[in-house]
């Protein structure tokens, strides 16, 4: 049962690491890897020499594969997100400094803010909701 709960625990942390575009979920999901390791060994120490060998998790004696290690979707996440701040930046007329710009959009009558829509700034509508499970 303990080695089940470790090795699910760790299945969660690998594929939140593999699916994951946003840097600061993959700094966490290894983090959480390193936790479930450690806590897993704490846990399996306290068993009895005869329930140690059978108690160690599947997961943990084969090697991480290759995309739970790299970083490259967390790159494109972050690509991602700065090129989008800096078209949105780029829309700032250059003649007035920017702070006046955003006070400007705040505090004027309603032509000059107008809804945010989410095509126009590129964004997808997610292809499945956060608590559903990951295949």
């Known amino acids: 049962m303990t080695a089940q709960a470790i090795e699910q625990d760790m299945m969660f942390w690998q594929r939140l690491s593999v699916n994951t575009h946003i840097l600061s979920s993959k700094v966490a999901s290894a983090g959480a890897m ?73 505090m004027l009558p309603p032509r000059y803010s107008q809804p945010l829509r989410s095509d126009s700034l590129g964004l997808k509508a997610p292809e499945r ?6 295949d």
């Open 34 to 106: 390193s936790v479930n390791m450690k806590l897993g060994e704490i846990i399996i120490n306290q068993l009895a020499l005869e329930q140690e060998a059978v108690a160690i998790p599947e997961i943990w004696q084969l090697p991480m594969s290759p995309q739970v290690l790299s970083l490259n979707n967390a790159k494109l996440g972050e690509w991602h997100y700065f090129t989008k701040i800096t078209e949105a930046t780029q829309v700032v007329d250059s003649n007035t400094d920017i702070a006046i710009q955003a006070v400007e959009f705040l």
């Open 129 to 134: 909701l956060p608590n559903q499970p990951i």
